[in-house]
C-alpha cells in the first residue's frame, strides 16, 4: 500500500486534528486519494458485522424525547426510510420511527429511539451536522458527550472556526454500515460513506445513551478522524443507501 504523504496528509497538520470531527467527512477523502492512489489496494475492511455484535435484547426506556423502542437487535438488513441532505451529507429520517423525533428552528435533528437503529440514524445525521457551520457548534454542545475530545472542540471552534469548519466538502452519502457493538448504553459501529468523485471509507463511530438521546463519542484528543480508513469493498458492511 502506497503511504501518504506526510507533508500534504490533512493528519500531519495539528490544528486540523484538533479540529477533525467537524470535518470528518473532509478526512475522507483525503485519506481515501492518499490510501488508494498509485493503483494499491486499499486496507481491509475494519473487522465486524451486523451478526457478530452482541445485543443487548432487554427492554429500553425511550427517554425523555419518546420515541418508540425497536428491535433491540442491530440491524441486519438496511432499514426502511426516507434520506434528507443535512450539511453536505444525505441522512436518514423516519420521525415516527428510528428518528429524528425533534427538528430545531436551526435544523439541529435529535431524538432518536433507544435502539440500535435509532443510534444508526443518530451516528449519520450527527456526521451530518457537523459539515454545516450553522449547526456543528450546536452538535458539539447539544449531541455530544461530555469529555476533554468534546472540550478541545468546542476551544479550537472558539479560538477560530474556519480552522474547524474548513470549506465546503462538497456532498457524501452513506453506502453502508457495520455494526460492531451494542448494549442499551453503547453502540459501536463502523460506517461507509461514499464520496461524489468515486471511492468510499470507513467512518467508526461510538454513541452513548444519555437517558434521553444518543450522544456521539470523541476521543480524549480530540482526533475523530484517527480511525477513518479506505474501504474499496463492502464486504462485511450492510448496503445502505439514499441514492
Known amino acids: 500500500m ?10 500531519a497538520r495539528r490544528g486540523f486534528i484538533a479540529a477533525a470531527v467537524v470535518v470528518a467527512l473532509v478526512v475522507i477523502a483525503a485519506v481515501v486519494v492518499a490510501l ?5 489496494s486499499g486496507p481491509t475492511p475494519q473487522a465486524g458485522g451486523p451478526t457478530t455484535a452482541p445485543a443487548n435484547t432487554s427492554a429500553a426506556s425511550s427517554g425523555e424525547c419518546d420515541q418508540p423502542e425497536g428491535d433491540q437487535l442491530p440491524p441486519a438488513a438496511a432499514p426502511t426510510n426516507d434520506w434528507e441532505l443535512v450539511g453536505a451529507l444525505v441522512a436518514p429520517t423516519d420521525p ?17 429511539a433507544h435502539d440500535p437503529t435509532g443510534a444508526l440514524f443518530a451516528a449519520v445525521n450527527w456526521l451530518g451536522s457537523t459539515t454545516d457551520p450553522d449547526l456543528a457548534p450546536l452538535a458539539l ?10 472540550d478541545t472542540l468546542q476551544a479550537a471552534y472558539a479560538s477560530d472556526p474556519t480552522s474547524v469548519f474548513g470549506n465546503d466538502p462538497g456532498g457524501f452519502q452513506v453506502t453502508g454500515f ?5 448494549t442499551g448504553d ?12 468515486g471511492g468510499q471509507a470507513s467512518v467508526p463511530v461510538t454513541l452513548e445513551w444519555s437517558g434521553q438521546d ?3 463519542q470523541v476521543p480524549a484528543d480530540g482526533n475523530f478522524g484517527a480511525g477513518i480508513d479506505a474501504l474499496p469493498t463492502l464486504a462485511g458492511y450492510v448496503p445502505w443507501s439514499g441514492a
Open 214 to 216: 444518543w450522544l456521539v
Open 141 to 150: 454542545e447539544e449531541l455530544t458527550a461530555s469529555g476533554p475530545g468534546r
Open 36 to 40: 488508494t492512489g498509485g493503483g494499491d
Open 2 to 11: 502506497t503511504e501518504p504523504d506526510n507533508t500534504t496528509s490533512p493528519f
Open 178 to 182: 457495520s455494526y460492531l457493538t451494542y
Open 96 to 112: 415516527d420511527s428510528a428518528g429524528p423525533g425533534n427538528v430545531s428552528d436551526e435544523g439541529l435533528r435529535s431524538c432518536f
Open 186 to 197: 453503547v453502540a459501536m459501529m463502523n460506517l461507509a460513506i461514499g464520496l461524489v468523485g
